[in-house]
C-alpha cells in the first residue's frame, strides 16, 4: 500500500486525500459540482453534436435511402416495360409469321390454279393441233384419193381407148394390161 501511495503522490495527491476514509473517491461538494458540469457538457455536446452531425447524416441517410427505393423501383418498373414490349414483339413475330403462312398458302392457292390454267391452255392447244392434224389428213387422203380416182379414169381411158383402137384377142389383151401396168408404175390402192 505504501507504494501505491509513493505512486499517487508523485502523480499530484496529496497524501491527505489518500487517507481520507482510504478511498480514492470522496463525493464532497467540489466532485459533485465537477461531475455535474462534465454531465451538463456531455449532454450540451451531445446536442450540439446531434444539431450539427447527427440530423445532417440521417438527411442524408434518409434521402439516400429513399434515392436506393425510387431506383428500385424504376428498375422494377423498366423491367415490367420490357417484358410488355417482349410480349408485343412476340405477339408480333406470331401475326408476321401467320401473315406469311397465309400469303404462302395463297401464292401456292394461285401457282395451283395458274398450273391447272396452264394445263388446261396446253390440253385445248394439243387438241386444236390434233383435230387440224387430223382434218389435214382427211384432206390430204381426200386428195390422194382424188388424184388416184383420176388416174384410175386415165388409166381405164388409156386402156378402153386402146382396146377399142385395135381389136384384140386375148393374148394382145393381155399385153396391153401389162404394158399399162409398167406405166402406171408401183401404184397401190390405199383405202
Request: glycine content about 4%.
Amino acid at each position: 500500500m505504501k507504494e501505491s501511495m509513493i505512486l499517487l503522490e508523485g502523480q499530484g495527491w496529496r497524501k491527505e486525500d489518500l487517507l481520507l476514509g482510504g478511498s480514492l473517491l470522496s463525493f464532497d461538494k467540489q466532485f459533485l459540482f465537477s461531475l455535474g458540469f462534465q454531465l451538463i457538457n456531455t449532454l450540451i455536446l451531445f446536442f450540439i453534436l446531434a444539431k450539427l452531425l447527427f440530423k445532417p447524416l440521417r438527411n442524408f441517410m434518409q434521402k439516400r435511402t429513399e434515392r436506393i427505393q425510387s431506383q428500385l423501383e424504376q428498375a422494377k418498373a423498366e423491367e415490367e416495360k420490357a417484358l410488355k414490349l417482349k410480349a408485343e414483339y412476340e405477339s408480333k413475330l406470331q401475326d408476321i409469321k401467320k401473315e406469311a403462312d397465309a400469303i404462302l398458302k395463297e401464292a401456292r392457292e394461285k401457282a395451283l390454279k395458274q398450273e391447272s390454267s396452264i394445263i388446261e391452255q396446253a390440253r385445248q392447244e394439243s387438241e386444236t393441233i390434233r383435230n387440224r392434224a387430223l382434218a389435214d389428213i382427211e384432206r390430204e387422203k381426200a386428195k390422194v384419193t382424188d388424184e388416184m380416182k383420176r388416174e384410175i379414169i386415165e388409166v381405164a381411158s388409156l386402156m378402153a381407148g386402146k382396146f377399142i383402137a385395135s381389136s384384140i384377142d386375148s393374148e394382145k389383151h393381155n399385153d396391153l394390161i401389162n404394158e399399162v401396168i409398167e406405166q402406171m408404175g408401183d401404184v397401190s390402192w390405199h383405202n
